[in-house]
């Protein structure tokens, strides 16, 4: 039982420390052979759940394509807003251990009097996502600790509710020796007692058997006598 919460406590310390700050940096991607300026974060932890957060991230955004390369949100709602021209364009890429992902537009597919205000509404939205992304992660973390610290409470308890009803059974058990010593003890008693009585009786049955000779004795002299009387 030990080993098997030392192993969930390896479990929940084991995995590595996620950075506390999301830094957005502005980058270049090639879009449809043109190069548009794009929004970044680096962002620590597994690939696989970095890119799955990511896209329902964009789903939520509008209307997300996946096919091609990169991503596309068409109709794209930021910050309530909804922008029926233009799209908004992201992707990620990394390793196992650090992924990257991004977002930006292209300009000349937006209204001029929009650009500004959707990439700076944009940025925010990319740094919006690696805070949420951590904090996920670590919400995660802490569900399964927490769950690891039920699993330990609910055994301590079942320790503590054992302990009671063992005690309880030794105490049971130590007024039963008790008793069968007593018990013992009396045995004893009786049994020299009875074994006194016993020596006892042997001798007083001796005796009287000498009695019954010694009256029979008595009783054929007695009919002896009687016999010769004629």
Known sequence: MNKFFLLMLLGLTGGPALSQTVTV???????????????ATELEGKKADIENAW???LKDMGKLKQIGNPMSVSEPVINGTVFSKGVVYADSKGDEKKTTVWAGINPTEWDEKDQTYAKR???????QFGVTFYRDQVQKE????????????????RMVNQNKDLTLKLSNNEQERIQL?????????ENAALIIR??????????LVNVNVQIKKVMETQKEKLRKIN
């Open 121 to 127: 509404e944009l940025q925010k939205l990319v740094y």
């Open 25 to 39: 940096n502005k980058q270049n991607e090639k879009v449809k052979s043109e190069t548009i300026e794009v929004f």
């Open 181 to 189: 010593e007593k018990t013992l003890e009396n045995n004893k008693l």
């Open 142 to 157: 802490i569900d399964e600790t927490q769950q690891a610290l039920d699993a330990v409470e609910k055994q301590q308890q």
């Open 55 to 57: 896209v329902r991230f």
């Open 198 to 207: 016993l020596n006892n009786n042997k001798k007083a049955q001796d005796s």
